[in-house]
């Protein structure tokens, strides 16, 4: 099933040495700003939104 | 991407006499006669395990092939052995990498039962395999070692227990990181994710002070022989001290036990887990007014508690029901913690269980000051104690 992984930007490098580990170096995902966990409802609909576009892109969908 | 150590080792180092002028030399300690070693030499190879990131950033000790087999000769097992697999990596640890690394760490080839020791109760004590090493939460592995090879080794009980100036205390606790670093790649930045760490990452390996508890020590009363020896490991978050030279009233510090276990800024789950390292004093004072372990556990366990405004103040009085992390009851992911649904639904403990707690005894006899290790998760269930199989002892 496609799949876009999602992450805030503080855990790129992880989430790059993580790629690399699994031998996907270059493996793209969707970023969004720190942090994530104090959201509030409202925001994380906003933040599911800013993000709609570059998961689209990832999946490669036709706009 | 930082280098694992998975391959060849260098071959032995030069220890023939130097005759460069510009270079400091040195003879072992003990040793008269000719200069035997190059220091430049040896600091070029220390550079070049530092250039390969082979380090928790303190120097580390080269190792060769002959040395190492000194260090294999202490165990039965296998070099090719996995000590702790870690799946979600595609890593593995062998008998082998796990003596390298407890080398490099400083460790002597008479420490490396007790090293082995220690990953068998990392695999027994769960959270390592599932990642915590990795984890925001920046905790670390706590060893504690029980019995006879604490004099064997020199490893340190009594005073400044959780400090410095033990050679068996700091590099096998050392092995333990250097491990997680140069065969799991567990880097800083990279793969292990810590918000802040904790110092005891460099290292945290104690012994319990048998001989000055009143009570039978963790390894037996866990089932294994006082001739036995064994380690413990558990994951922490930090050493919490307690003062409490003032008093002769078990209650005064039992409860001062429980203030410190039930602090809000600890409590992530339904519930939070502690080891208790009492100083001789302290377990004396318990012990002289007929306090067991488990009347000890059972006090604590009876008062560590906050009630639901204390939570409600710091936003903790609900729980996530995707992580099951506390969080404030207006979340819209909270559900209600497990006390809500109690007999006394204000009052919520920050233990699931006496047996959340464990007791050991450490540190001088010389001072009313013990601490409170703050256990990483909820426990409740015995700990992860693992005999010492040593290939040289009977």
């Given at each position: ?37 104090s ?12 993000l ?9 969908t036709?706009? | ?29 003990g ?17 070049y ?53 407890a080398?490099?760490a ?86 292990d ?43 922490i ?10 008093t ?7 409860l ?10 600890a ?24 306090w067991?372990?488990?009347d ?30 506390r ?68």
């Amino acid at each position: 099933m496609p799949a876009v992984s999602i992450c805030t930007d503080s855990f790129v490098p992880a989430a790059e040495a993580m790629a690399r580990l699994y031998g996907f170096p270059g493996y793209q995902f969707a970023l969004m700003p720190h942090p994530l966990a104090s959201l509030d409802d409202a925001q994380l609909r906003a933040r599911a939104r800013e993000l709609l576009p570059d998961i689209l892109r990832i999946l490669g969908t036709e706009s | 991407m930082a280098a694992t150590i998975g391959g060849d080792l260098p071959s032995a180092t030069r220890a023939e006499s130097a005759s460069d002028a510009g270079s400091a030399t040195a003879s072992p300690p003990g040793q008269t006669g000719p200069l035997l070693v190059d220091m430049a030499e040896i600091r070029a190879v220390l550079e070049y395990y530092a250039s390969r990131q082979w380090t928790d950033g303190l120097p580390v000790v080269p190792v060769t092939e002959s040395y190492l087999a000194e260090f294999l000769a202490t165990t039965g097992k296998s070099p090719d052995d996995v000590v702790l697999a870690m799946p979600h990596l595609n890593r593995e640890c062998t008998v082998r990498l796990a003596a390298i690394n407890a080398a490099m760490a400083g460790c002597l080839p008479a420490y490396f039962p007790v090293v082995l020791a220690a990953w068998a109760s990392l695999v027994g004590e769960r959270y390592p395999t599932r990642g915590i090493w990795q984890s925001t939460t920046g905790t670390a592995p706590l060893l504690i070692v029980n019995g006879p090879v604490r004099a064997r080794i020199g490893l340190n009980c009594a005073g400044n227990v959780f400090g410095s100036g033990f050679r068996a205390n700091a590099t096998i606790g050392r092995a333990i990181r250097l491990t997680a670093i140069n065969v799991f790649g567990l880097h800083p930045h990279l793969l292990d994710q810590a918000t802040q760490g904790t110092p005891a990452k460099y290292t945290l390996c104690i012994g319990e002070w048998e001989e000055r508890s009143p009570w039978a020590p963790l390894h037996v009363e866990h089932g294994l022989s006082a001739a036995d020896s064994a380690v413990t490991a558990m994951v922490i978050r930090n050493v919490v001290h307690i003062e409490a030279r003032h008093t002769t009233v078990p209650e005064h510090l039992a409860l001062d036990i429980t203030g410190t276990i039930a602090r809000t800024g600890a409590r992530i789950h339904q519930t939070s887990s502690a080891l208790v390292v009492l100083v001789p004093e302290h377990a004396r004072m318990f012990h002289d007014a007929g306090w067991s372990k488990d009347d000890l556990r059972q006090f604590v366990f009876d008062h560590a508690a906050n009630t639901r405004a204390e939570l409600a103040a710091v936003g903790k009085d609900a729980i996530s029901r995707h992580t099951y992390w506390r969080l404030p009851a207006d979340h819209p992911d909270a559900m209600p913690d497990e006390a809500s649904t109690s007999a006394d639904p204000e009052r919520v403990p920050a233990l699931n269980s006496p047996a959340a707690v464990q007791i050991m005894v450490a540190g001088a006899d010389n001072a009313g000051v013990s601490a409170v290790v703050e256990t990483f998760g909820e426990r409740g269930n015995p700990p992860s104690v693992v005999k010492v199989e040593d290939a040289n002892e009977p």
